[in-house]
């Protein structure tokens, strides 16, 4: 049943460099829900203090507001976003499966975006060394993941939250120093990823 | 409908130190679902092979083993046993409920964990000071979470996962430095606190 609130447009606070705000523009995407893009640079000046004002606390993007709602933090802005509106389900059918897509996306946050993103891509494009052993764990999260990843979308025969997620980090990933040797070592996840350029962010 | 893998015993491998061990322990309670613990302390020398060994890509903890399904990660953990097995339900019956559930988990990972556990209670025990700036972040942290406690469980009417992530935390929140003002400047969470000691896990 729908409640009139589904008449109000949601409204995401963020900026299309952010890996987090991206995950949450490729699901309202996959969702097919249509929002309102505030962009709000973290990294200004007075940016902080604009994205406390829009309601996070900690002065971060993404947040969401719909209707009286105001959320912060992308698990709940996303699932949330599956939850409440109409379209594809973007969560498995099944307990186990929903636990796959639960553990990759903990990958996600865990491994994949302070190894790939933050320990060898930025250090890559700002011309540093990354630390000692980073390469290392970096093939080791690329491992783990290509073992992960099913034949079609990384969960099953479609798209959820976790292709969201990684989707978000791919470019990241694919610049940084263990993404070189990513096409010979992780071929399901590059096969993956020419099918999930779809899921990359209009906005 | 039951099938026959709820009558296999699901184990989890994990440390009663670690927080994250904790949750899963406390989901495992608050579920009331029979289950195997085995000790594994990551800090012993071999206790990342053997995490490994037992499944886990990185050498962590904790882990879930039911039937032929091995998982890692907290997030995935929690909801599998949520999910797959009888027991009150641990999530909130509406979108917006289960989003603030979402969020609190979320700040317990990026905040609480990080800030009060790692950044003000380990510096203490172990007679350092923390680094500058961590006891404001630890009060924002406080705040906000006070903010969002509800009058009886975090997220309502019933315990839901946010209390066990919180619960998990708390005698490390209450000895870190942050800590020492929250009776005076957290009311809700200290009452809530009164309640939820009965969510500490018993293994």
């Given at each position: 049943?729908?409640?009139?609130?589904?008449r109000?447009?949601?409204?995401l606070?963020?900026?299309?460099?952010?890996?987090?705000t991206?995950?949450?523009l490729?699901t309202f995407?996959m969702?097919?829900?249509?929002?309102?893009?505030?962009?709000l640079?973290v990294?200004a000046?007075?940016?902080p203090?604009?994205?406390?004002?829009?309601g996070?606390?900690?002065?971060?993007?993404?947040?969401?507001?719909?209707g009286?709602l105001?959320?912060?933090?992308?698990?709940a802005?996303?699932?949330?976003i599956?939850?409440?509106?109409?379209?594809?389900?973007?969560?498995p059918d099944?307990?186990a499966?929903?636990?796959r897509?639960?553990?990759f996306?903990?990958?996600?946050?865990?491994?994949?975006y302070?190894?790939?993103?933050?320990?060898?891509?930025?250090?890559?494009?700002?011309?540093?060394?990354?630390?000692?052993g980073?390469?290392g764990?970096g093939?080791?999260?690329?491992?783990?993941?290509?073992?992960?990843?099913?034949?079609?979308?990384?969960?099953?025969a479609?798209?959820?939250?976790?292709?969201?997620?990684?989707?978000?980090c791919?470019?990241?990933i694919?610049?940084?120093?263990?993404?070189?040797?990513?096409?010979?070592?992780a071929?399901?996840?590059?096969?993956?990823?020419?099918r999930a350029?779809?899921?990359?962010?209009?906005?």
């Amino acid at each position: 049943m729908k409640s009139p609130g589904d008449r109000v447009i949601p409204v995401l606070y963020g900026a299309s460099y952010s890996v987090y705000t991206r995950i949450c523009l490729s699901t309202f995407g996959m969702k097919a829900v249509p929002f309102r893009f505030e962009a709000l640079d973290v990294f200004a000046g007075d940016g902080p203090a604009r994205a406390r004002l829009a309601g996070h606390p900690f002065g971060k993007i993404p947040i969401l507001h719909h209707g009286d709602l105001t959320l912060y933090e992308t698990l709940a802005i996303t699932r949330y976003i599956d939850d409440r509106f109409e379209g594809p389900p973007l969560q498995p059918d099944d307990a186990a499966g929903r636990a796959r897509m639960n553990q990759f996306i903990s990958i996600v946050d865990t491994q994949v975006y302070p190894v790939l993103v933050w320990g060898l891509y930025v250090p890559k494009s700002e011309g540093r060394k990354p630390k000692p052993g980073t390469l290392g764990k970096g093939r080791a999260v690329l491992a783990a993941l290509e073992t992960l990843a099913g034949p079609e979308w990384l969960c099953g025969a479609r798209p959820t939250l976790a292709d969201a997620y990684l989707a978000a980090c791919m470019d990241y990933i694919i610049d940084s120093a263990a993404g070189n040797d990513m096409a010979s070592n992780a071929p399901r996840l590059m096969n993956w990823w020419q099918r999930a350029q779809a899921l990359k962010p209009k906005a």
